[in-house]
């Protein structure tokens, strides 16, 4: 075999190796810093299922280090094909580029709400679980099929379930409430 014949070989194999990886499992991420709609103190992680875009994003609030230096970031994203489930772990991580010049850090502890985006190449995955790693390393697990159930059901009033579908899902569940009530959510007829 001759050279060109080799490289054209060698950068044939390597395309349709590249298009076989991108077609399956995460292809992208990123996190962005962002201010609320409204104070949401006291709700937990929201983790979205966007099939439109084939992606998944992940709301929350963290703490993190200096506020000068430090930033939330993803530590790892792992995605398992054969159980149909992701894990991502959120952390604290130094934007600092030069680490021995930690000493010009503010000594503050900050927070942040943030937005998590992982993209897909093609389905997204039934499970997602989110591991916040601060003190408590809290966890949330997210079933993709039990959340639509949750978001698309009607729920008595101040229920458990009408709560968390409140913060889990607000703009779908006030869709689907306006569209039962009569085009006017229940709490605004008289």
């Not at 894990?87 to 021995?100: A, D, G, T």
């Not at 993709?144 to 229920?159: G, I, K, M």
Request: hydrophobic share 30%; aromatic share 6%.
């Amino acid at each position: 075999m001759n050279r060109r014949s080799f490289v054209g070989l060698l950068a044939g194999s390597l395309t349709a190796m590249a298009g076989c990886l991108g077609r399956s499992g995460v292809t992208g991420s990123n996190v962005e810093h962002i201010e609320p709609r409204r104070n949401r103190e006291q709700r937990p992680t929201i983790v979205a299922f966007d099939e439109a875009a084939s992606a998944v994003h992940i709301t929350g609030h963290m703490v993190y280090g200096s506020s000068s230096c430090d930033k939330v970031g993803i530590s790892s994203t792992t995605y398992d094909a054969e159980a149909n489930s992701l894990r991502i772990v959120m952390e604290s991580q130094s934007k600092n580029p030069i680490p021995f010049l930690s000493s010009v850090c503010t000594a503050n502890v900050a927070g942040t709400w943030y937005r998590a985006t992982v993209q897909f190449a093609d389905e997204l995955p039934q499970k997602v679980t989110v591991v916040e790693q601060r003190g408590s390393n809290e966890k949330r697990v997210v079933n993709r099929h039990e959340q639509q159930q949750l978001c698309t059901t009607n729920h008595p009033p101040d229920s458990p379930d009408a709560k968390e579908a409140h913060w889990t899902c607000p703009e779908q569940y006030v869709a689907n409430s306006v569209r039962e009530c009569g085009g006017l959510p229940e709490s605004t007829r008289g």
